[in-house]
């Protein structure tokens, strides 16, 4: 089970929402905590790792975007953003950024846990089927090495930072090397719960992650689009 032990950190700047979450995932199973603003947030950080940050977009002093973009670099927790802005931009951004997901507010508590346990299961999936046999553990594609045990990608022996999503995008394509995937396959595998309509954030990932392991982002060697169909990912240069 996802929610088990999974340790939740709530960054918003509202007693009231901080409260509601807090009570509301305690009673879902997880171990929740919460604070104001990025100042608590990195006090927090430093004797504590949670599995998800929840994380305010709108806060006093540093704002949830550039406390998102330093924790992307700094901290392999994942991070769900909330935002009363619930235009598309600023959504965009925030995963460009290295959010996991965006969620809208006002928001329905249950969407809310379903996406947080997508998060989760992603995590926790890939972690188990990474371990379940050692001799597959190691993915690579000309200069770089996918390691599924660590979740982490090196090229040559420089680490390249990923998100929880962007490991999770990687991941798919190289367990499916040479097969066209369409965006409404790889938001099932990725999601995990019902997608908006047309909805961008796969584009918005692909974007993000060719900008971490491809030369030119303008012509791609591993991630290409297949117009009409969706992606391939070619591990082997042509």
Known sequence: ??????KILVVDDDPGIRELLERYLQEQGFIVSCVEDGETLDRYLTENNPDLIILDLMLPGEDGLSIAQRLHANNDSAILMLSARGEDVDRIVGLELGADDYLAKPFNPRELLARIRAILRRKNDSLKNSQHNK???IHSFGPFHLNAVSQELKRDDKVVSLSSGEYALLKIFVDHPDRVMSRDTLIDMLKGYERLPYDRSIDVRVTRLRRKIEDDVASPTYIRTVWGEGYRF?????
């Open 234 to 238: 070619t591990p082997g240069q042509e």
């Open 1 to 6: 089970m996802t929610n088990q032990k999974n």
């Open 135 to 137: 001799n597959d553990n």
